[in-house]
């Protein structure tokens, strides 16, 4: 009786055990306890610290969230992972500032950026206002702006009095004679610290601070098709394999009935819904999801000539995958060897001499985006021009607009061809000069 009892408890736990296997762990990618995810669930830390990876298969096709990329460690890649070190991190244990090897107080960083970063505007030879475009959706395709949007919008009192002790918060005080706003009254940036997983009560508060990426790492166009298989079947026509959308003008544009649009001016009152939606946030962003969102649906419309009998499914899957595919040759092939040397991306793996199907999947390697490149690619912003020209087809400029008014600005792009008139300018606008002169309507 009594052994049979406990083989039937055996029995149980197993049960129980093989659900479980379902959830792990955001930063370590490990499989969690039954135990774990109650109290990660009591102390609503989910999906922040624990992801539910659904059993994987392995004929199915690329999921939204990316799970199931390494069939032995189904959680890496996808949402809610850490990001890569090149360095180890180098945090003082007390929470507070890193100090210089001497042990004093880094320069101020305001003071750092006015001397190292001058305003100016030098047309760049060689580059058009595209890539600037790619590098910004690039951008938002493999990492995250939450903390961003953390104290743009949400924790905006890190300037107040009490600002700096408060934990959430890091400000940078401003020198009185910063050249820039020595006449204003302005003496502190608002700044908040990352979010991380010590800080959310994922990982121990002993652990080196790690920032949580709330985005896929990976390049697929999760700004086009969202990261969540539920939420992104809400966003798809369910016919044809198609991206839903409404007709302006004969254009595809996607449904109008957002509510996440930060600045339209009254007569801007197109917001889009979507399944990602900081879409509706940089101008680069906004309007390359167009170019995306619009570019599946003449796929789907494409092989659905040709491959009559495909379901909604099958040409949504295909359509997508042709999408992503164009979008990883643009940026691999197209743009990075006229950024950094092709000799170089060659050597390192990155890319290959020929042409046609390449199997370089390597399992013990983990998806991620380098914290280094979240920092380095700030330098970028050197090269956005601050006036964009609007043009007609012949390259005929139109107008010019100042890129601070479209950004938030969704409503904008459907109003008298913007968005027509700016994807011209993409390809006929030089960026700026590689230089570290920055526009005065980017800088600060
Ligand atoms: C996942 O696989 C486990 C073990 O093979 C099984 O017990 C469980 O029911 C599966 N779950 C789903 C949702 O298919
Ligand atoms: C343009 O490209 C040439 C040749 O690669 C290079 O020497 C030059 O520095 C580049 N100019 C700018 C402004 O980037
Ligand atoms: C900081 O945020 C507050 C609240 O939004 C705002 O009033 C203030 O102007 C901001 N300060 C700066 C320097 O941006
Ligand atoms: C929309 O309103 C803004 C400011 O209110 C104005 O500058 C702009 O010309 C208007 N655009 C159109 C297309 O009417
Ligand atoms: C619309 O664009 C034209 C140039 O194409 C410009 O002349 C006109 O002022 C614009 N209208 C508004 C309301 O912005």
Redesign the pocket.
Known sequence: MDISGTLWSCVVIS?IY??T??WYDTFTGNQITEARLAALRLNNLIPWCAIEV??CSLDEPRRLDNSCNNIHRPSLGTIMTPYHHILPPDFPTNGGLRTAKSGRALPNARALRVALVPDGRIPNKNFTHLLTNMIVFVTADSTTVHDTANYVALTTTCCMPGGELDPRCMPIRVPDDDVHLRRSNVRCLNLTRSITYQRLGCTPETLPPERINLNTPMLDLAQVYGSETAKAMNFRERWGGRLKAEKLKGKDWPPGNGRVCFQNNLNETRCHALAESLVNSLLSVNMAFLWFMRQHNNLAERLAKVNPCWDDDKLYMVSRDINIATWQQIMYYDLMPNIVDYKYLLKNGVIFPDHGHVDDYDPSLEPLVSIDYTVASRWFHSLQEGRLNLYDNQGKILRQVAAVETTLHTGMLPLNNTLEGLTQGSFRQPCTSTDKAMDPDVSM
Do not use: G, M, R
């Open positions: 049960c093989s659900v296997a379902e659904k059993n």
